[in-house]
């Protein structure tokens, strides 16, 4: 089997039998204890590591059974890996950290002790990579960034692994993210980012993208917040199709940590735009309401809500799907 063909087997083995990737995220691990601390009134540091590797395992074992594959990370999710449902396919996150970056540039580092062979032994079927990119930021901190994604793109080649990178774009300046003043640049640095890691030279097999417009941005939503405003139902539709008309690469949706209610308005965003997505990988939509039952009474009140809430929030997302296209059609 060649390693192209390897990577398209591994793929499979993520998604659907229509090739759509349903995928539940739970690689969070720095975010991961500041949300348990918050929930908890306390603080991050006096949140022990077994307590992610209790709250991994139970989200696991799960949610796992209805979704088409798990992103988990090696540090405090291989009992979760060992838990997850026979049928869901297995992503394992290879960055040293995610959201909260604390390099100068927002620099991408991995994990040290671990690369994708090594991952590939843990049974991850692809890897998945974060990298934090401000399309008008410094051109010095770019180039690194751009040699180390072909790094990790050529190592997944030879190793016949699917590379799923994540970028993330973010302002160097710390625009507030949540603004409408952001919401109304974020749309062209979105389509630009997918435009410039759509390119071959870094063997990407799937891009993990943000919505170019959220759900809360846009009049006539369910979700809209008046006080927030940027766009308009049209003007919306049209950045979606400008970006999916720069790639070829398949792409999938993240959900940023917004509501399950703001996520879905969002993926119906899209569908209504015709924009040709393969699937998400969506984390705190579907889990983050257990976060205060399993700090106040424990791992089975987590079970008992992940059964019901968080059963009916994956189950929700799915259904959305309905306008994804297979990623081999890209």
């Known amino acids: 089997m ?37 929930a908890a009134g306390t603080d991050p540091g006096s949140v022990k590591d077994s307590t992610l590797v209790e709250f991994k395992t139970a989200v696991s074992k799960v949610l796992t059974p209805h979704v088409s594959a798990v992103l988990l990370d090696p540090e405090y999710g291989q009992a979760a890996m060992r838990v997850k449902a026979p049928g869901c396919g297995l992503l394992v996150t290879y960055e040293a950290d995610g959201w909260e970056n604390p390099r100068p540039h927002r620099m991408l ?55 799923l990178l994540e970028p993330v774009v973010y302002d160097p300046a710390g625009f507030d993210a949540n603004s409408p003043q952001w919401a109304a640049r974020k ?10 890691f759509s390119k ?8 993990k993208v943000e919505f170019p417009v959220s759900a809360r941005f846009v009049e006539g939503t369910r979700v809209a917040d008046a006080g927030l405003r940027a766009w308009s139902h049209a003007e919306a539709a049209a950045w979606f199709q400008a970006a999916d008309s720069v790639t070829a690469v398949p792409y999938i949706y993240l959900s940023a940590g917004v509501t399950t209610a703001e996520f879905e308005a969002s993926l119906e965003l899209a569908g209504h735009a015709g924009a040709r997505y393969s699937g998400v990988l969506c984390g705190r939509a579907t889990w983050q309401g257990g976060l205060a039952p399993f700090v106040k009474a424990g791992v089975e009140a987590l079970t008992e809500w992940l059964g019901n809430e968080g059963v009916r929030n994956v189950k929700s ?3 959305c799907l309905e306008g994804a296209v297979g990623w081999d059609s890209r």
């Open 2 to 38: 060649s390693m192209k063909e390897a990577k398209r087997a591994r793929l499979r083995g993520l998604s659907t039998p229509g090739g759509i990737i349903a995928a539940l995220a739970m690689d969070q691990r720095r975010s991961l204890r500041a949300m348990l601390a918050q």
């Open 200 to 207: 071959p030279r870094y063997r990407v097999d799937v891009l």
């Open 109 to 163: 580092a991995l994990m040290p002790h671990y690369s994708v062979q090594r991952i590939a032994e843990l049974g991850g079927q692809a890897i998945k990579v974060l990298l934090s990119w401000a399309p008008d930021g410094d051109p010095a901190a770019h180039d690194e960034k751009q040699a180390r994604v072909e790094r990790i793109g050529a190592e997944c080649e030879a190793n016949g692994i699917p590379f």
């Open 317 to 319: 997302i799915g259904r």
């Open 187 to 196: 749309p062209a640095l979105v389509v630009r980012t997918m435009e410039e």
